[in-house]
Nanobody, 122 residues
């Protein structure tokens, strides 16, 4: 199983990026898919999740209203559209897959992608 994340880069504050996560070796449309991020010197934190039926959840405090998660099951791809980026969004972004949900979703992740670096300059 592989989760291949891409789309990171350097962007100015207020700009946008779209991250992609292509899965192989699993039937991604049956999995919960999502994104986490880890900023320098900080712990990995949840960003967004999308269910097999398209239901979504976000870390409200930091990204809701600016980030949108979506999936294209035909392409086995999950996206994270990030708008109005802020310097505090700078982090390595990881895509993740799990076949179940728990409140502490990170604890039941089955597969992690390799991460893609997003750097937002002020």
């Amino acid at each position: 199983v592989q989760l291949q994340a891409s789309g990171g880069g350097l962007v100015q504050a207020g700009g946008s990026l779209r991250l992609s996560c292509v899965t192989s070796g699993l039937t991604s449309n049956t999995y919960y898919m999502g994104w986490f991020r880890q900023a320098p010197g900080k712990e990995r934190e949840f960003v967004a999740r999308i269910n097999s039926n398209g239901g979504t959840a976000y870390d409200v405090a930091s990204v809701k209203g600016r980030f949108t998660i979506s999936r294209d099951n035909a392409k086995n791809t999950v996206y994270l559209q990030m708008n109005s980026l802020k310097p505090e969004d700078t982090a390595v972004y990881y895509c993740a897959a799990a076949n179940r949900f728990r409140v502490n979703w990170a604890s039941v992740i089955d597969y992690w992608g390799q991460g893609t670096l997003v750097t937002v300059s002020s």
